[in-house]
């Protein structure tokens, strides 16, 4: 089993910073990469950024390119979502979560059902 506990969640305003964390507990030998997913009200559940667990290589939706950047820190089990220049449209849960198994290719981390463990999420808004 696999444990996900995000944090860093809260209220800014736009143009704003935050850094949500996920910790993973368990068998964290397991994990393949991480991600990131957000969903706001009445909406589908949405890909923001990925990373593999060992080589780092992060992957991220065109929506956030360019204003958040998802790291790891092997030695904590942690994963990273550095959030700048937030906009009101960001204002969501946001959800980490862990793959077991590789992904051929990395834009496949972008597929929810990739994903063997979810966080409880944690939520962001930013006011205008």
């Known amino acids: 089993q696999l444990q996900l506990v995000e944090s860093g969640g809260g209220l800014v305003q736009a143009g704003g910073s935050l850094r949500l964390s996920c910790a993973a507990s368990g068998r964290t030998f397991s994990i393949y990469g991480m991600g990131w997913f957000r969903q706001a009200p009445g909406k589908e559940r949405e890909f923001v950024a990925a990373i593999t667990w060992r080589g780092g290589s992060p992957y991220s939706s065109d929506s956030v390119r360019g204003r958040f950047t998802i790291s790891r820190d092997n030695a904590k089990n942690t994963v990273h979502l550095q959030m700048n220049s937030l906009k009101p449209e960001d204002t969501a849960v946001y959800y980490c979560?862990?793959?077991?198994?590789?992904?051929?290719?990395?834009?496949?981390?972008?597929?929810?059902?990739?994903?063997?463990?979810w966080g409880q999420g944690t939520q962001v808004t930013v006011s205008s």
């Open positions: 979560a862990a793959a077991q198994t590789a992904w051929r290719i990395i834009t496949a981390a972008a597929v929810s059902a990739v994903y063997d463990y």
